[in-house]
């Protein structure tokens, strides 16, 4: 695709479920980050990944959250057993390579009632 | 701690009039600066960048300025246009060889007709 592609939108989840967020990278970037935007707070980083492998996890927050990413695209962020201070902006980006400008993706807001 | 700090949650500029957004960063090791343009309900745009060798990038209407010394860069617009009303988000990178991106909390500018 021409841009980077984030699924859902928008997502509503109870506390304690667990939830799956989605990134496709712009084609043939191999290097791919989450980051999430709190209410009224800049752009937190959360993980990095260049390829399939995560040298910086440094900003997950608790052993809830998680990412993988396979093939070197597409990028899967799973929160377990969510609570209401999860809700937030998940940001995806991915740049050419690491030395290169990120480029953003629209985002997933989740709302965890 | 708060690494970059965008002191103004808001600025207010007439259309045609010079638009100065303020920046500071605490951490001398950072390498590279970027500001960032978004819309609501839309990703972060990348905007300009710089690198610490320099004190000045420009870009048709679009400037940034680093003082090292004082750990301050700034964004100018000149001239403002109403399409320029976005939030602006100031960001480093390079802090021990990290690739993430460290974002101030930003700046909503909104230009007056």
């Not at chain 1, 440094?58 to 969510?82: K, M, N």
């Not at chain 1, 995806?92 to 985002?107: M, R, T, V």
């Not at chain 2, 320099?54 to 090292?68: A, H, I, M, Q, W």
């Not at chain 2, 301050?72 to 390079?94: K, N, T």
């Amino acid at each position: 695709g021409a841009g980077v592609s984030q699924s859902p939108s928008n997502k509503v989840t109870e506390k304690g479920k667990d939830v799956e967020l989605r990134c496709d990278p712009i084609s043939g970037h191999t290097a791919l980050y989450w980051y999430r935007q709190s209410l009224g707070q800049g752009l937190e980083f959360l993980i990095y990944f260049q390829g399939n492998s995560a040298p910086d996890k440094s900003g997950l927050p608790s052993d809830r959250f998680s990412a993988e990413r396979t093939g070197g695209s597409v990028s899967t962020l799973t929160i377990q057993r969510t609570q209401q201070e999860d809700s937030a902006v998940y940001l995806c980006a991915s740049s050419l390579d690491p030395k290169n400008i990120q480029y953003f993706g629209a985002g997933t807001r989740l709302s965890v009632l | 701690d708060q690494q970059v700090k965008q002191n103004s949650p808001s600025l207010s500029v007439q259309e045609g009039r010079i638009s100065i957004l303020n920046c500071d960063y605490t951490n001398s090791m950072f390498d590279y600066f970027l500001w960032y343009k978004k819309y609501p309900a839309e990703g972060p745009t990348f905007l300009i960048s710089i690198s610490s060798i320099k004190d000045k990038n420009e870009d048709g209407r679009f400037t940034v300025f680093l003082n090292k010394s004082a750990k301050h860069l700034s964004l100018h617009i000149v001239p403002s246009q109403p399409g320029d009303s976005a939030v602006y988000f100031c960001a480093a990178r390079g802090y021990q060889g990290a690739q993430k991106l460290v974002f101030g909390q930003g700046t909503r500018l909104t230009i007056n007709p």
